[in-house]
């Protein structure tokens, strides 16, 4: 498949920062995606009280609703003031605390406590420090991970995930020659590889 020059494209944790700081997270929406609405009934698969993983969940408004519904959110993100902003955007209480087991990280969990963020790197998590999960919303995570680090991604969510669980991807797709990512494409091809 060709990938045009994304193959080798890297961006940087302090340039995901940097858009978080400047206002320039156009992938994030004020409202909740389409696709999760059609499709929650697979990712639920008529389960209640499920803990749903949002990966580079920056400040998905769908992690509120889900919560409303009864399930334990976990998210990751690297960017602190999308943590921040998720919990004061929907005037939800938090307390902060250090994450003895990554250095530097902390984790932000709502004080009902069905909502924890942690704030690090995604590739510092483990089942070990965040258990494992029933579902996962990847909207944005997948195409916004390095080409490079892609296998590593999915092994690591393959890591995360409890062995009845549901998994909702959203890619893109369009020409790679046109456009340097992220998003990046990702043809379905290589989601089956990674994935199975």
Known sequence: SDVGSQKDRVVTEEEWLQKWEMGNIGFHKEQR???????????LNGRSGLRIFFPLCGKAVEMKWLADMGHS???????????????????????EEPVPEISGAKMFQSTSGNISLYCCSIYDLSSSIVGKFDGVWDRGALVAVNPCDRQRYASLMINLVEKNSSYLLVTVSYDPNKHKGPPFYVPESEIKSLFG
Request: hydrophobic share 40%.
């Open 33 to 43: 995606h389409p696709l999760l609405q059609k499709y929650l009934d697979v990712l």
């Open 73 to 95: 959110i976990v998210g990751v993100e690297v960017s602190e003031q999308a943590v921040k902003d998720f919990f004061s955007e929907h005037s939800l209480p938090y307390c």
